[in-house]
């Protein structure tokens, strides 16, 4: 033991810890700011992804994820949530009372995700399906009381400056009761404004789409390929311009599905949210410094995969075993968990069973990781 405290060189030792704790900040000060894409499903909840693997065409996007976790939905007010108390939860990180847009219990205005990183020289977009000033994007830039308030909340996304936005909502912007065309605001504050279709954007310019009076139509309807190609858009405007990223899409009528009772249009509407998913999943093979999480606000319908029944020539019903059907509850939210799914760096991060609220803790902390602070 003697002889070999003898033959240690201490001083070599110290300088070769230096020289490796310098070389480790050095590396963190050189690490890129993490991109985020969060999409929501609204409405979705376990059934409605096991949708994507009886009745899509091929293996859906969801199976790709090693990473799942689940999330509990209730709201300070109700344990049945709504979307705006659950997206509020999502984009806040505190739990809220129904029908809260980016306020706490006390209607007090909480900061969000989409605010915080832009104060850190992030970027930011918005996806939906349906008005921009709904409950679900609504949640992550404006401050009111009741997600009715959708004059109010228009007048909250002219101050925003979130750089892509993509939805529809209209008449919020330019039929007003008060009398104000919200359009030449934004026009005024650089904004490249198309009311008419999914135009290419201009990187210069900030890019605003506002495409329906107030929701789009849905995929029964023939609403197309919007969701994956506004998203696909985003993706090209953000990441040209050299800037880390937050982006949230929202599959919005996965919960229209579910209050409708039509597990037509739930199916639809889960396999154009998976064809979306698909498209970031592309983006991040090229873009490695990218975090996806998928979740839901809540489930809607009290959804279920059952068994196929059909009457045969007697009127007796008879199980077809290789079919299945969607069977609801009622037409409402329902407390059940919903899945989340996460790919990409520090997608470790959100495996487990948590609080809706905890997801925004989580994306803090793989931000944390790569060198952003938010709270």
């Known amino acids: 033991m003697n002889y070999f405290c003898k033959n240690v060189n201490f001083k070599a030792i110290a300088a070769f810890s230096l020289l490796l704790f310098v070389a480790m900040l050095s590396a963190q000060k050189k690490q890129k700011p993490l991109n985020v894409i969060f999409m929501i499903g609204d409405g979705m909840g376990v059934s409605q992804v096991t949708s994507a693997f009886y009745f899509g065409n091929s293996e859906p996007n969801f199976q790709k994820f090693k990473i799942v976790g689940l999330s509990e939905t209730s709201s300070t007010s109700d344990w049945v949530t709504d979307s705006a108390a659950g997206a509020t939860a999502l984009s806040t ?24 990183l832009q104060k850190k020289n992030y970027q930011t977009g918005l996806v939906s399906l349906t008005s921009i000033t709904h409950a679900t994007p609504a949640s992550y830039y404006a401050h009111v009381k009741d997600r009715d308030l959708h004059e109010d909340i228009a007048l909250d996304l002219v101050k925003a400056n979130v750089n892509f936005l993509a939805g529809g909502g209209l008449k ?22 198309d009311t008419l279709k999914l135009s290419k954007p201009i990187q210069n310019k900030n890019n605003f789409y506002l495409l329906a009076q107030d929701e789009l139509p849905n995929k029964v309807q023939g609403r197309g390929d919007f969701l994956p190609e506004a998203t696909q858009a985003a993706l090209d405007y953000l990441s040209k311009n050299k800037k880390p990223f937050f982006l949230m899409v929202e599959g919005s009528f996965i919960d229209w599905g579910g209050h409708a009772k039509d597990g037509e249009m739930m199916v639809k509407e889960v396999l154009d949210f998976d064809k979306t998913i698909g498209v970031v999943m592309e983006f991040i093979k090229e873009n490695p410094n990218t975090l996806l999480v998928v979740t ?13 029944m059909e009457k045969d020539s007697t009127g007796k019903e008879k199980n077809i075993k290789d079919k299945v059907q969607v069977n609801f509850i009622d037409n409402q939210h329902t407390a059940a968990l919903v899945p989340v799914f996460a790919m990409g760096k520090n997608q470790e991060l959100f495996s487990g069973v948590y609080p809706n609220n905890t997801i925004y803790h989580k994306l803090a902390e793989a931000l944390k990781k790569s060198g952003i602070t938010i709270k």
């Open 93 to 116: 990180g505190e739990k809220t009372y129904k029908r809260a847009i980016g306020v706490n219990r006390d209607s007090i205005a909480l900061p969000t995700i989409l605010e915080q």
């Open 172 to 193: 919020f912007f330019n039929k007003r009761k008060d009398g104000k065309n919200l359009l030449n605001e934004f026009k005024k504050l650089n904004y490249n404004i």
């Open 296 to 308: 839901a606000d809540h489930e809607t319908g009290g959804a279920s995969i059952g068994k196929f």
